[in-house]
């Protein structure tokens, strides 16, 4: 079953997206990885989405993949003794270390790290921004505000602190809880709330070692200042624009969204943009023209998938609202504006083996019109940098591993399979032709580019580039250039 786009779709599983008939329908309109949501239900709950998903993949045999999201250190403030309070422009309130529960004139905020941070002159945002605090004072176990505007708290609202960086673990209790569990189910990517810093996905790497790809949400402007740093120590990036929107001026955030989206195409990292997309499809049968731009803003832009939250996890047409990003995809991809768009953005290739190899695939792909890219890799690496140079032509990626071809799912016009290994160059052009008829890509006649590593089943070794006509229904190519030319073996 192929997409006949390229930008791929990421849809979250809740109680509107739980049955298994529910999932079958998300991913045949469209969703290619599908997110569990540890914020919140159980685990009991996110072992049935997921064993749901991989019954579906079983049907449809196309790996799919699936994201794990944690919940991150989120701050919140403590209880009103009635529940909620009242606040007006102007009135003085203190964030202290007693846990009684507050009133109007205080409340409790159960983390030391913020007091040895704050300072005057800071902004505390209170429930997603609706209440803005600016601290005057900072004594030990307080921490005195004025009230910017009319308000009313509540019992455990969020805490957003927009100008420091706050020396919370990256991974709090639960979420190590959540970590190990996802893990032990077998989720393809382990998404990280609320980064700060590259030590912080650093440290989650040790323990997900190579079982997980990690993925960065940025969603804090602290990252923001070690964006390059995080990147590069990231499998993929999220643009998490709920936070992010939070604790930046929303006119800040397009322009932001357009840097990450660049900093992840220089380093050929997937890049996600979430949040909001189509967030009037929670109660509507069709989305605002606004959020249908927006979605095809993202694609224009080059991002590697576009992200359903609410949408389809609670809402009221998850199915449709899946159908509809798959529309607007499909219709940006038509519109020739976007390939010259992707041409103009597209990046100089880094001075390593693996980008010239795949930078030389791009430039042949569209010389002779092959009508598809072949990237035989065992690691993924392969086909992320065949990706990183956004061809012309779709890209199979044939891997031995079907962890790996799963986590390919996210990446931006990679059709993962799944294949024993190969032996010799031989072999691999036999499986790459025979590949690219089955799945729909190619007919006898057509010719393919391919790229991979030698010695094959070695991760991280592109370093070979060929060119074969795709034979006949066994898949045997017709005729491949002679190893004597140029463009048929390019190896280090």
Known sequence: MRRHRKAKIVATLGPASSDIAVI???????????????????????????????????????PIAVLADLQGPKLRIGTFAAGKVGLRAG???????????????????????LFSVAAPGQSLLIDDGKVQLRIETVASGSIVTRVVNHGTLSDRKGVNVPDAVVPIPALTAKDRADLDFALSLGADWI?????????????????????AGVLSKIEKPAALQQLDEIVRVSDAVMVARGDLGVEL?????????KRILRV????????????????????????????????????????DAVMLSAESANGRHPVPAVAMMDRIIAEVERDPLYRNLLDAQHEAPLSTRQDAICAALREVTQIIGAVATVAYTSSGATALRA????????????????????????????????????RSVDEMVEAASRAALAEGYAAPGDQITIAA??????GGTTNLLRVAEVGGAAGTPAAAAPASEPVDALTA
């Not at 990280?192 to 810093?197: A, G």
């Not at 992840?264 to 069709?286: F, H, N, W, Y």
């Open 24 to 62: 079958r329908q998300l991913f045949e309109a469209g969703a290619d990885v599908f997110r569990l949501n540890f914020s919140h239900g159980t685990h009991d709950d996110h072992r049935k989405r997921y064993l749901a998903v991989r019954q579906v993949e079983a049907e449809a045999g196309r």
């Open 91 to 113: 009135d003085v309130f203190v964030l202290d270390s007693d846990p009684t529960p507050g009133d109007g004139r205080r409340v409790h905020l159960p983390h030391a790290e």
């Open 191 to 211: 998404a990280l709330s609320f980064v700060q810093r590259a030590a912080d996905v650093v440290q989650a790497r040790e323990i997900v070692g190579t079982r």
């Open 249 to 257: 001026p929303p006119e800040r955030v397009p322009g932001v969204q």
């Open 264 to 303: 992840c195409r220089q380093l050929g990292k997937p890049v996600v943009v979430a949040t909001q997309m189509l967030e009037s499809m929670i109660d509507a049968p069709v989305p605002t023209r606004a959020e249908a731009s927006d979605v095809a803003t993202a694609i224009y832009d080059g991002a």
């Open 387 to 422: 990706a990183r140079e956004r061809p012309h032509a779709p890209i199979v990626s044939i891997t031995p591993n079907l962890e790996i071809a799963r986590r390919l799912a996210l990446a931006w016009g990679v059709h993962s399979t799944v294949s024993p290994d190969v």
């Open 453 to 458: 590593g030698m010695p094959f089943g070695q």
